[in-house]
Each structure stands twice: as structure tokens, then as C-alpha cells.
């Protein structure tokens, strides 16, 4: 079992930063892909980015591509979500998720879930 606590979120204006944590506890964070997901109200939850295991090789959705990076701290068992230039359509429940495969956006494939923070840009 692998246990996801999100951290950060909150409520932004409209071009500014937040940076979400993720503290991973359990298995070896080591072996696990990492990614975040969002959920906005009224829709489905939906890929943002993925991490994998070394940190060397990253995916991001387009809508975020430019503005928002992930990177992880296998010392430190946590992966972060620095989002930038935020825009009101970034408003979300954002989830961190572990995957023991090596698929990147598939969200059925990602195997524990945090219980996700809510980031809120306002316009």
C-alpha cells in the first residue's frame, strides 16, 4: 500500500503560482510513476502530468504544457506540481496518484490516489 497526502492548494488570482506537494508513505516511492490529475466540477478527472520513476523523462496535458512542472524527491518520498500563470479554467481538485506500470496518462492504470486539494483561480 502506498499513502498520498496532497498539500498547497488554495485560492489564487488569475496569472499567479501555487506549488502543490504530495508526501508519499508506504512502499519504495522509488518504484512508482507519479502523476497529478484534476477534477473540475461537473467533470470528468483528467491527466495533467506524469513523472517517471528517476525524474528524467516528464508528460504534461497541452492545456498545461509551458506553465505548470512536475518533479519529485525520492529522498524525500514527495512529488510536486508547480503551476504557474494560472488561469480560471485551472480550477480543479487536483489528485496525486502512484502507478507501479509505466503508463503515463491512463487514469485506471494509476493504482492509489490522494484525496486531492482544491486550487481555485479566480478571475
Known amino acids: 500500500q502506498v499513502q498520498l497526502v496532497e498539500s498547497g492548494g488554495g485560492l489564487v488570482q488569475a496569472g499567479g503560482s501555487l506549488r502543490l506537494s504530495c508526501a508519499a508513505s508506504g512502499r519504495t516511492f522509488s518504484n512508482y510513476v507519479m502523476a497529478w490529475f484534476r477534477q473540475a466540477p461537473g467533470k470528468e478527472r483528467e491527466f495533467v502530468a506524469a513523472?517517471?520513476?528517476?525524474?528524467?523523462?516528464?508528460n504534461y496535458a497541452d492545456s498545461v504544457k509551458g506553465r505548470f512542472t512536475i518533479s519529485r524527491d525520492n529522498a524525500k518520498n514527495t512529488v510536486y506540481l508547480q503551476m504557474n500563470s494560472l488561469k480560471p479554467e485551472d480550477t480543479a481538485v487536483y489528485f496525486c496518484?502512484?502507478?507501479?506500470?509505466?503508463?503515463?496518462?491512463?487514469?485506471?492504470?494509476?493504482?492509489?490516489w490522494g484525496q486531492g486539494t482544491q486550487v481555485t483561480v479566480s478571475s
Open positions: 513523472l517517471s520513476r528517476s525524474g528524467g523523462r516528464t
Open positions: 496518484a502512484a502507478n507501479r506500470g509505466d503508463s503515463y496518462y491512463t487514469l485506471r492504470t494509476y493504482d492509489y
